[in-house]
T-cell receptor, first 109, second 113 residues
Framework: GESVGLHLPTLSVQEGDNSIINCAYS??????FIWYKQESGKGPQFIID?????DKRQGQRVTVLLNKTVKHLSLQIAATQPGDSAVYFC????????FGAGTRLTVKP | AAGVIQSPRHLIKEKRETATLKCYPI?????VYWYQQGPGQDPQFLIS???????DKGSIPDRFSAQQFSDYHSELNMSSLELGDSALYFC????????????FGSGTQLSVL
């Protein structure tokens, strides 16, 4: 399962599928963006970042896409695993780091 | 590798009491941020410090104050606690004043009864 374009508070996918988590940011002057993963009872953990002079960046199993025209950010997770289950937040830097609404990803075995 | 250290891990207080949360950033990180996260909510930025000076302020109530000390650790002081202050409080640190990735501590769970 995947979601495109629209931010969803929850997302449920089958193990092995690809996941897409979306985020809309608010400040057109923001020039740095980060995706964080937060597991229950823990602090946000850095996943991947992207600066505004790029529109795509790839990491290990994760890709971040940035569309500055519509102020949209997405996180793609390839071959989603049970350990990926967590809440995912995007954050934007526009003088300080502000978080968007999180998406709870649940991976079904 | 050293991470951001927060203490205490859990804190229980009663209404109108005061609380002090401590944060020890990663060595050589000069910027500290405080966030408040209510149940099921996204982290809300409270305040940040760069080189011991307040650098930015978010939705921090007037009852709260914070400072960064000469060793770069920071403390968040909360007075006249209210039930609504119950939340997870995270501290994060970064290098070079910001616009870099933040590293978060494990948080302090504050419960106000």
């Amino acid at each position: 399962g995947e979601s495109v374009g629209l931010h969803l508070p929850t997302l449920s996918v089958q193990e092995g599928d690809n996941s897409i988590i979306n985020c809309a940011y608010s400040n057109s002057a923001s020039d740095y963006f980060i995706w964080y993963k937060q597991e229950s009872g823990k602090g946000p953990q850095f996943i991947i970042d992207i600066r505004s002079n790029m529109d795509k960046r790839q990491g290990q199993r994760v890709t971040v896409l940035l569309n500055k025209t519509v102020k949209h950010l997405s996180l793609q997770i390839a071959a989603t695993q049970p350990g990926d289950s967590a809440v995912y937040f995007c954050a934007e830097w526009g003088g300080d780091m502000r978080f968007g609404a999180g998406t709870r990803l649940t991976v079904k075995p | 590798a050293a991470g951001v250290i927060q203490s205490p891990r859990h804190l229980i207080k009663e209404k109108r009491e005061t609380a002090t949360l401590k944060c020890y950033p990663i060595p050589r990180h000069d910027t500290v941020y405080w966030y408040q996260q209510g149940p099921g909510q996204d982290p809300q930025f409270l305040i940040s410090f760069y080189e011991k000076m307040q650098s930015d302020k978010g939705s921090i109530p007037d009852r709260f104050s914070a400072q960064q000390f000469s060793d770069y650790h920071s403390e968040l002081n909360m007075s006249s606690l209210e039930l609504g202050d119950s939340a997870l409080y995270f501290c994060a640190s970064s290098q070079t004043g910001g616009n870099e990735k933040l590293f978060f501590g494990s948080g302090t769970q504050l419960s106000v009864l």
